[in-house]
């Protein structure tokens, strides 16, 4: 029986998925926030990865968080159903999220595999959930304003989740921030359970067609060879040549592991016909330059981390530092050199008053980059937290969306909104003007090894990716949808979540080989000369983008 909805209102489960959708991103992106940072960080009891082993993990970890939604999309659609698989992604994740509070590298390891395979099981499925429910001829002219309505609820939990991860790493450690996610997962699982009644009606499994591919046929073309090419690619070029191709036998791995999942998708490229080739043509190359993008987006969580963390003055004013007081602890740093217990490259030996050798650590490693006459001496200096800056993009995204929603819908009434195709293009070349801002950053300083940038230029890089963020980020799945043969839909959407997963990746990589950039102004000058290539590719496609785009839809 449907749940009876006035005519013009929301259904009530919009605002249950809302809440659920909220805290389980709240989880996501508090974890991903500071995972680099526990990693890399050696002085308050992370990790003490070096910083390319660190980019490494987090690289392949958010590579491999896309890829599983694949997977997670056909078995709930074919065998479980959503809420079910929701519930069990949701309870793998919060197991993750919880373990990683725990000692050792093998519970990080494997925490970081249940979130991997929790999120297959979530991600799709709740945002499927709402499109079913939205499906009902009454509710249809409310769908895109839903689908509005629920993007808010993922930044609101983006937004607030790094000021919760900064206290309590701050005042209790990391354990007690990762533990944090997993609890703020658990309320949203809580509030899913409380009104399941709401979304029921959502809970439909896709009856098997004679043109669905089945799973088994999936694993043996798809998942199966891209086992075996992985493991060539983590054992075979280091015995071969001695070394690695991408810079260590993860990469390596990765990059085989695509090779048959692309080669696939260009196969079933190369067996259409008619319509079925052109949309799938279309889809295909959106992909590859999609990649372009993703890698600018997964910045976030990699390059741009590293970046606040070493390249940005932190120093919290004493307004800020008079204001938070002990509701709010801030990271405290001082130049006075530490007693430690292990060599690294900041050690040098002396000796106490009873002659003994002693290691000493030179001051935090904030101050690598400050002017020795700027130091404090000694005296303790509060700093805004690194996963701060990560807030700034979720809160452009609630703000912008404000302003572009109702400008396309003027533009569109108007019959002068930028078609689909055209969004991508733009997409393209405002994301590489926001890596352009980073070039601009590091001219404002004499060098940046040893002076720190103000933070308006992270602000001003965010504010700009954001721009293209919303131009880009809701039409994706959407044109999917649209241009993809109704019996390849789920293989299709899996390219898109492929390209994702390429570009985190690739972003991880690239901050892998972050201290090979002398001149970091190399580093950002690729992702902005890869993102205007990547527009222009995507324009000079325009016109037979555009006209696929009509011929399958109606409209471009």
Known sequence: MQEPVKAGKHPKALYVLFLTEMWERFAYYLMVGILLLYMIDSTTGGKGFSQS???????SFIALVY????????IADRYLGYTKSIFIGGFLMAAGYLGLALPGNTAMFISLALIIVGNG?????????LGNIYNREDLKPLKDNAYNIFYMGINIGAFVCNFVAAYLRNAYGWGYAFAAAGVGLLIGLVVLAMNLKHVKMGDVKKSAQAEDMPLSKIFSYVFLPAIIAALIGWFVPNQLFGSTIMGTPANDAFIFACLPIIAFYISLWVKATG??????????????????????????????TIWAEKHTDRVASETTARLTGSIFPLQEVTDTPR??????????????DSGKVVQV???????NNVPKEEWPNGKQVKLVNTELFQSINPLFIVLLTLVFVPLFDYLRKRGKEP?????????????GLSALVMVFAIMSVPSIY??????????GTYFVFTVSEIFLSPIGLSLVSKLAPARLTALLMGGWFLSTSIGGKVAGVMTGFWDDFTDKKIFFLILTVAAFIGGILIYSRIKSLNAIVKDKTGSA
Do not use: H
């Open 361 to 367: 650590m030179g001051p935090d490693p904030y101050f």
């Open 67 to 74: 890829l599983t939604p694949f997977i997670g999309g056909l």
């Open 275 to 304: 319509q079925d080739k052109r949309g799938i043509g279309a889809l295909l190359f959106i992909f590859a330059i999609s990649i372009i993008f993703w890698t600018i987006y997964n910045q976030n969580s990699t390059g741009l």
């Open 419 to 431: 078609t689909t195709a055209s969004k991508f293009g733009m997409a393209l070349f405002i994301s």
């Open 121 to 129: 099981f979530f991600k799709p499925n709740i945002s499927a959930l």
């Open 450 to 459: 040893g002076y720190k940038t103000a933070p308006a230029w992270l602000w």
């Open 53 to 59: 082993v660190g980019a490494d993990i987090v690289g």
């Open 339 to 352: 007693l430690v217990n292990k060599v690294n490259e900041y050690l040098v030996n002396v000796k106490d």
